[in-house]
DNA sequence: AAAAAAT
């Protein structure tokens, strides 16, 4: 549960771990890497910093070049030298070089950190992480948004700078990370906690609905996870925690943290409550332009990664429309599509709640098992619904936009919009139509993305997604099974 | 419209 301590998760995690077959080999491989860096380590000449046993990534720049700078606290733009990604990098200090590193060993970090970083598979950093990571070690901390799509490690990235800061020998929050949802919290813990399980003091604590503690206490966990309006009664009306203790904070899917209609009120007076010198860290697949322009101006002096608007989309996953005249017509196309989707997993979006457990509920009447996610769930159901769905147990997940953002299920190879998403106006939401896509397509896989349009209305929203993101969505027969066998496969 | 709180 939730509860749970650090400890006792990675027990767990431990004795899952060793019912897998392949076990020997990864611990192989995990103990050779980490040899080789320690080795290389001692035999390297020492910086005061690595006698005292703390491993930092080298300056940027030198202390002079950065007290000048600082005057003119002013973003210089810079080209980064990237021929496959066109993203622009806005560096806080221009005079600094242009960092990006190809290998985690580069990084310099702690040990244990290097460990757990390959002890989660990853070899090498991707794009994002190549050039997020010197920028979010640099000494002294600087302040970061990042946009990168979806699946492209984001949070691996921030994950692996939290720990980087973490002391874990103080007993105390230093690392805030708010989530937009209960279900995407406790997926971003679980990366934390396996990162970080080589540091044996650590110690995570979830913030999220359901998770009572006892008054009067503050806690001792080194990192904490949640959701906005819980973590702002944890530093706040219980204080739990004490928010001017906090080195690192995170917004995970920043653009809906700090939007209007988003999170921005309880997000935004967390911010307030943190010190000044925060290294405050932004990251997400989306930055609608108001966004941005106000993400600009609550994060000071931030170095910038921002995707060009043709470089947004993943050109992995495929994208396809099924034109219905009506909800039970849409219906019916579903029904004849759910051979195909079930191959692998599939995540049904609806608009409201109340379609979704309308729509789980006649897919179940007509035979097809499928689960269903909303809101309107208690926390231990949803927490138990997306275990089922993660371990395969579930093929389908009916769902609303609670699972858009975030969610990573590597076995995700359809997404269907059963409404397209639109914002309160009725305005189409791009934003979350790129998101809802990005469930599929992990990690360079590839994916298919079902719209199903039941309208002139709904059309000419689809319309509006095409134009905004310059992208060819391409009409699907559904009684063309297949044909449709085809593009799941 | 959904999500987010020990209120």
Redo the contacts with the bound molecule.
């Keep these: 549960m939730a509860t749970d301590s650090w400890a006792l998760a990675v027990d767990e995690q431990e004795a899952a771990v060793k019912s897998m077959t392949n076990l020997q080999i990864k611990e192989e491989k995990v103990k050779a890497d980490t040899n080789g860096i320690i080795k290389t380590s001692t035999t390297a000449e020492k910086t005061d910093e690595e006698e005292k046993g703390n491993y930092f990534w080298m300056p940027l720049a030198r202390d002079e070049d950065r007290a000048a700078q600082s005057l003119l606290n002013k973003l210089i733009r810079s080209n980064l030298v990237d021929n496959t990604n066109q993203v622009e990098v806005l560096q806080r200090d221009p005079n600094s070089p242009l960092y990006s590193v190809k290998s985690f060993e580069e990084l310099r970090l702690k040990p244990q950190l290097l460990q757990g970083v390959y002890a989660m598979g990853f070899n090498r950093p991707s794009k994002i992480q190549e050039n997020a990571l010197p920028m979010m070690l640099a000494e002294p901390p600087q302040n970061l948004i990042a946009q990168s799509q979806s699946g492209t490690g984001k949070t691996a990235a921030f994950v692996l700078a939290m720990l980087s800061r973490v002391e874990p020998s103080d007993r105390y929050p230093q690392c805030l990370c708010l989530s937009?949802?209960?279900?995407l919290?406790l997926q971003t813990g679980k990366v934390i906690e396996q990162m970080g399980k080589f540091y044996p003091e650590l110690k995570l604590a979830y913030?999220?609905?359901?998770?009572?503690?006892?008054?009067g206490q503050k806690i001792s966990e080194q990192i904490v996870i949640?959701?906005?309006?819980?973590?702002?009664?944890?530093c706040s009306?219980?204080k739990?925690i004490d928010p001017k203790k906090i080195k690192v904070f995170v917004l995970d899917e920043a653009d809906?943290m700090i939007a209007t209609?988003?999170?921005q009120?309880?997000s935004i007076r967390i911010q307030r409550m943190l010190p000044r010198n925060c290294q405050m860290l932004l990251f997400s697949a989306t930055f609608e332009d108001s966004v941005w322009k106000f993400a600009q101006k609550v994060v000071p002096d931030p170095n910038v990664i921002k995707l060009k608007r043709e470089e947004e989309t993943l050109d992995t996953i495929k994208q396809y429309y099924v034109l219905c005249s009506s909800r039970d017509e849409k219906f019916q196309a579903l029904c004849n599509l759910y051979g195909a989707i079930t191959i692998a997993q599939a995540m049904i979006f609806c608009?409201?709640?109340?379609?979704a457990s309308w729509l789980a509920a006649e897919l179940s009447k007509e035979g097809h098992q499928v689960a269903l996610?909303?809101?309107?769930m208690m926390v231990e159901q949803?927490a138990a619904v997306i275990e089922r769905f993660r371990e395969g147990k579930e093929k389908v997940l009916v769902?609303?936009?609670?699972c858009a953002r975030g969610i990573d299920v590597e076995q995700v190879s359809v997404v269907i919009n059963f409404d397209l998403p639109?914002?309160?106006d009725g305005n189409p939401?791009n934003e979350?139509y790129l998101h809802r896509i990005g469930r599929t397509g992990r990690f360079g896989k590839r994916g298919l993305a079902v719209n199903m349009v039941d309208s002139k209305h709904s059309m000419n929203i689809l319309n509006r997604i095409q134009e905004h993101f310059n992208k060819k969505i391409e009409r699907l027969d559904t009684d063309d099974l297949d044909e449709i066998e085809k593009i799941a496969n």
Excluded at 226 to 234: A, I, Q, R
């Design positions: 937009p949802t209960y279900e919290a913030a999220v609905r359901g998770n009572k503690l006892e008054r949640g959701t906005p309006g819980t973590v702002l009664d944890w009306k219980l739990f809906v209609q988003g999170h009120d309880q608009h409201t709640r109340k379609t996610l909303s809101g309107e949803r769902t609303t936009n609670v639109v914002d309160k939401d979350t």
